[in-house]
């Protein structure tokens, strides 16, 4: 089972527990992490134990060490997911709400980036979101994806830096001869 082997914590993170509520602080931030119920945490040293009531499925179980585990690591080390914008034409520039990208509709559009999320724009096609809460970097770059997502004819769209879009092959004329 994955939440049998306890997490230790780095160097500089401190965790507090009350309840079903788990809060780590370390250099980067501070996060709160609400449990499932039955999953019990217990701290000792520098190391985090799990444990659960024998009614609570092992689902739910993975599910509390998961959420401190993404806790932990991102007050230390912070999570990113970096994006491409691939078409001609397709472009994003930084403002102060957010992010306005120009991807082939008739209009700009414009993209809020929430507080918690940094965002950096390097050579107006790869955007790179960075913070502390995994969910909430993973959530917005796939909000942002979701836009314009990679069509398979020509590849355009809003990709995943190093993610491979499958492409077909489209429509293939027949040869001109015997077809009457």
């Keep these: 089972m994955i939440g049998k082997k306890p997490i230790k914590l780095p160097e500089g993170v401190n965790i507090s ?18 449990l499932p119920l039955g999953v019990k945490v217990s701290a000792e040293e520098q190391e985090v134990r799990f444990s659960s009531d024998s009614a609570v499925p092992s689902r739910i179980f993975g599910l509390g060490f998961a959420l401190v585990r993404n806790a ?81 004819y020509k590849g355009k769209g809003i990709r995943y830096a190093n993610e491979v879009v499958r492409r077909k092959q489209g429509k293939v004329v027949k040869a001109a001869g015997g077809t009457a």
């Design 17 to 34: 527990i009350a309840d079903q509520v788990v809060e780590v602080s370390g250099p980067l931030g501070r996060l709160s992490v609400n």
């Design 72 to 152: 932990i690591e991102g007050v230390s080390q912070g999570f990113s997911k970096e994006l491409e914008l691939v078409g001609v034409g397709y472009r994003a520039e930084k403002t102060a709400p957010g992010l306005k990208l120009t991807l082939g509709f008739s209009h700009p559009v414009e993209f809020p980036v929430p507080a918690g999320v940094a965002v950096e724009v390097a050579d107006s096609t790869k955007l790179k979101f960075s913070g502390i809460d995994r969910g909430l970097v993973t959530q917005v770059a796939a909000q942002l994806r979701k836009l314009r997502p990679p069509e398979p």
